[in-house]
């Protein structure tokens, strides 16, 4: 930092020099030239650097929960100019004392909180740093500028724990919210299938209700072009035809090698009756 050439020193710039004469302090030297006459006594003690300096403390500590935590505080501070010589001399090893003062807050602090807690209120952990090390090292000439605590480490093990917590909860969560989708589908496809068999039936009765009409209308205006016949001759005659015409489309387009239908010399008359009866009960049900 500095040298002797002639008789004078150099000092750097945030720097100071520590000053002595006939081994008493002296003076400190600001950034610059000085002389410095040895042979009358005076002599450079050391130096002091102004910057500021950052120290980085590990302190492992138990939790009230009795979780075993490795707290990693940050610690920037800097020496005062206008007290360069109670910086130099009254303290041997700076970075050791804060050390020391930094376990003795930490572990008084983290004992008394859980585990969760230590990481909610690390900010408060980490003002109780500053404000103990700014009352105990003002008196040393040093200046605290900051505290952060950077990093909480629980035990492996605990870690492990914890994230396997985690990870059950959010599974937890995940199969709640896609046992709510699957009953949604569900719901939604029974609506669906329920809509659909509604409109299939309506379907159904518009059909049956135009075939009455239809066929009504067939008998009444066969008995007007045709005089002396009763309705009863025209729907016997129009469910024979209708009875041929389905035996022909079945042998037409039945995908079965054979079909079995009662046929006979009354089974006609029969399919004529039961025709009739629907019919008749599809029309009171409409009126």
């Known amino acids: 930092m500095g040298q002797f050439l002639c008789c004078c020193i150099q000092v750097d710039q945030s720097t100071v020099a520590i000053k002595e004469r006939f081994g008493r302090f002296d003076d400190v030297l600001e950034p610059g030239c000085h002389c410095m006459p040895w042979f009358l006594g005076s002599q450079l003690a050391g130096h002091l650097t102004l910057r500021l300096q950052q120290l980085d403390v590990r302190c492992e500590t138990k939790t009230k929960d009795n979780v075993f935590v490795t707290v990693v505080a940050s610690i920037q501070y800097r020496a005062l100019a206008d007290k ?5 001399y009254k303290l041997s090893n700076t970075r050791t004392q804060i050390q020391a003062y930094v376990f003795d807050v930490i572990r008084a602090s983290v004992p008394k909180l859980d585990l969760d807690d230590v990481f ?3 900010n408060d952990i980490a003002k109780a740093v500053e404000d103990e090390l700014e009352k105990a090292m003002s008196a040393y000439g040093y200046q605290i500028v900051q505290t952060l605590i950077v990093d909480i480490e629980p035990d492996e093990h605990v870690k492990r724990a914890m994230n396997e917590i985690n990870a059950a909860s959010r599974m937890r969560l995940a199969t709640k919210e ?3 989708a699957e009953k949604i589908i569900q719901i939604k496809r029974a609506e669906g299938e329920a ?3 509604y409109l299939a039936g309506l379907g159904i009765a518009r059909q049956r209700q135009a075939i009455v009409d239809g066929l009504r209308d067939s008998v009444l205006g066969f008995s007007v072009n045709v005089p002396g016949t009763t309705a009863k001759d025209v729907m016997d ?15 037409a387009t039945s995908k079965s090698s054979a ?10 008359r029969d399919v004529a009756a039961q025709i009739r009866d629907g019919l008749l009960q599809s029309q009171v049900h409409h009126e």
């Open 84 to 88: 360069a010589s109670d910086a130099f």
């Open 120 to 122: 909610e209120q690390k």
């Open 178 to 180: 896609k046992a709510e």
């Open 195 to 197: 809509e659909s068999k």
């Open 237 to 251: 005659m129009v469910l024979v035809t209708q009875y041929f015409d389905t035996m022909k489309e079945i042998g």
């Open 259 to 268: 079909v079995f239908i009662p046929h006979g010399p009354g089974a006609v």
